[in-house]
T-cell receptor
Framework: DGGITQSPKYLFRKEGQNVTLSCEQN?????MYWYRQDPGQGLRLIYY???????QKGDIAEGYSVSREKKESFPLTVTSAQKNPTAFYLC????????????FGDGTRLSIL | GIQVEQSPPDLILQEGANSTLRCNFS?????LQWFHQNPWGQLINLFY???GTKQNGRLSATTVATERYSLLYISSSQTTDSGVYFC?????????FGAGTTVTVRA
């Protein structure tokens, strides 16, 4: 089945710890995105990548980092600099950047211990 | 960035009822998507509809790009239609989301 796989579904972080959220897609999509959703709100863009080895900051990139070493993979690291990391994180991909529908994974819920 | 406003914020329906959700956006767009987020958080693509009308079963959507709004119609609602409906539009390199309409369908 083609799709976007995010793991883990639930993640707990201790104070001062970095954690990495996985996002893999087998849709052969060029562009990938990370969004954050807080309770009762819409999604906000953290980072996006149009091609391998290239990525750009979104609206709320502070405290996060990404890499795009392979077309299929776009992991997100939540660093200790992110002071309010508790949220629902969604990864998306599209055929190419801009004007194409985005498809989403099932998300990862991150909580602070 | 583009502002996206959805109305109403909350909607309670009796099973079998019809409803209309609205999405207004502040600038011209090339991409508009409607999503349904179920109680488990999964975001399901409903429509990719930058203009015109599309139908998928009991759901249909219409976008009037020149007037900067889109409507999502739910007919003969079922309890499985409950959840949050989001409208999102392309805003340069990202999708800008509205705050959503929370729909509760009661049996």
């Amino acid at each position: 089945d083609g799709g976007i796989t995010q793991s883990p579904k639930y993640l707990f972080r201790k104070e001062g710890q970095n954690v990495t959220l996985s996002c893999e897609q087998n849709l052969n999509h060029d562009a990938m995105y990370w969004y954050r959703q807080d309770p009762g709100q819409g999604l906000r863009l953290i980072y996006y990548s149009q091609i391998v080895n290239d990525f750009q900051k979104g609206d709320i990139a502070e405290g996060y980092s990404v890499s795009r070493e392979k077309k299929e993979s776009f992991p997100l690291t939540v660093t200790s600099a992110q002071k309010n990391p508790t949220a629902f994180y969604l990864c998306a991909s599209s055929i190419k950047h801009n004007n194409q529908p985005q498809h989403f994974g099932d998300g990862t819920r991150l909580s602070i211990l | 960035g583009i502002q996206v406003e959805q109305s109403p914020p909350d909607l309670i329906l009796q099973e079998g009822a019809n409803s209309t959700l609205r999405c207004n956006f502040s600038d011209s767009v090339n991409n508009l998507q409607w999503f349904h987020q179920n109680p488990w958080g999964q975001l399901i693509n409903l429509f990719y509809i930058p203009s015109g009308t599309k139908q998928n079963g009991r759901l249909s959507a219409t976008t009037v790009a020149t007037e900067r709004y889109s409507l999502l119609y739910i007919s003969s609602s079922q309890t499985t239609d409950s959840g949050v409906y989001f409208c999102a539009v392309d805003d340069d390199y990202k999708l800008s989301f509205g705050a959503g309409t929370t729909v509760t369908v009661r049996a």
